[in-house]
C-alpha cells in the first residue's frame, strides 16, 4: 500500500520557538496533501488542504499566518508552527491522495509546547 | 454537506465474539465510504473503502463492511475478535469530486481474553 512519513515523530520546544513538520509521500506522487490536528480521545479535524505548488486552503478558525503550508513537490509538504504556544500542544498528522479517492496517513507528530 | 455518526464510542467484545462498529452517514451526493484504523500514538491505517462498486468490501484483517444506501450506513464487522484489534476506529466519507474526508468521532475496540 502507499506509505507517509512525517519527521520528527515527536518534538518538544519552547513557547514563541516555530517547529517545522514534514510529510512525505515515499512510494506515490501525492497531488493533494491533507493536515489535520487531533487532541486527546477526538477525532481528527481537518486544518488545511494543499495541492503541489498552490497555495493551501485553510479550514475556517485555522489561522494561516500560524499554521505555514508548504506543498513544493508532488511527495513533500511541510507544516510550520510559527511562534509556538501551549495551547498549540496536540497530535497532528498529514494525509497524501494522488487521486482525490483515497488517503493514506502519516504516522503523525506529538507537538509538545513548554 | 456531509457528516458521519459512530454509534457508541467505546465497544467491548470478547476475543472470538462478533466485532460490530456502527456508522451511519448523510450525504448529498454518492458518497465514498472509508474506514480507518488507528492504534496509540500512530497514525490512521486504512482498513477498507467504498467507491460506488461492490456493496460488500472485504478489507485488510478480516474486516469488511457493507454499504446499505437505503440505511444510509456502513457498519464496519468481523466474525471473530483478535487481541490485536483493540484500537479506535474511524469511519469516514467524502464527497468524490472533492476529495476530503469528513470523520466520526471515532469508536474505541477493547477486547477481552
Known amino acids: 500500500g502507499a506509505v507517509v512519513s512525517q519527521h520528527p515523530s515527536r518534538v518538544i520546544c519552547k513557547s514563541g520557538t516555530s517547529v517545522k513538520i514534514e510529510c512525505r509521500s515515499l512510494d506515490f506522487q501525492a497531488t493533494t496533501m491533507f493536515w489535520y490536528r487531533q487532541f486527546p480521545k477526538q477525532s481528527l479535524m481537518l486544518m488545511a488542504t494543499s495541492n503541489e505548488g498552490s497555495k493551501a486552503t485553510y479550514e475556517q478558525g485555522v489561522e494561516k499566518d500560524k499554521f505555514l503550508i508548504n506543498h513544493a513537490s508532488l511527495t513533500l509538504s511541510t507544516l510550520t508552527v510559527t511562534s509556538a504556544h501551549p495551547e498549540d500542544s496536540s497530535f497532528y498528522i498529514c494525509?497524501?491522495?494522488?487521486?482525490?479517492?483515497?488517503?493514506?496517513f502519516g504516522p503523525g507528530t506529538r507537538l509538545l509546547v513548554l | 454537506a456531509q457528516s458521519v455518526t459512530q454509534l457508541g464510542s467505546h465497544v467491548s467484545v470478547s476475543e472470538g465474539a462478533l466485532v460490530l462498529l456502527r456508522c451511519n452517514y448523510s450525504s448529498s451526493v454518492p458518497p465514498y465510504l472509508f474506514w480507518y484504523v488507528q492504534y496509540p500514538n500512530q497514525g490512521l491505517q486504512l482498513l477498507l473503502k467504498?467507491?460506488?462498486?461492490?456493496?460488500l468490501v472485504k478489507g485488510i484483517n478480516g474486516f469488511e463492511a457493507e454499504f446499505k444506501k437505503s440505511e444510509t450506513s456502513f457498519h464496519l464487522t468481523k466474525p471473530s475478535a483478535h487481541m490485536s484489534d483493540a484500537a479506535e476506529y474511524f469511519c469516514a466519507v467524502s464527497d468524490p469530486s472533492q476529495g476530503n474526508l469528513i470523520f466520526g468521532k471515532g469508536t474505541k475496540l477493547s477486547v477481552k481474553p
Open positions: 467504498y467507491t460506488s462498486a461492490a456493496t
Open positions: 494525509s497524501g491522495s494522488g487521486n482525490q479517492e483515497t488517503q493514506y
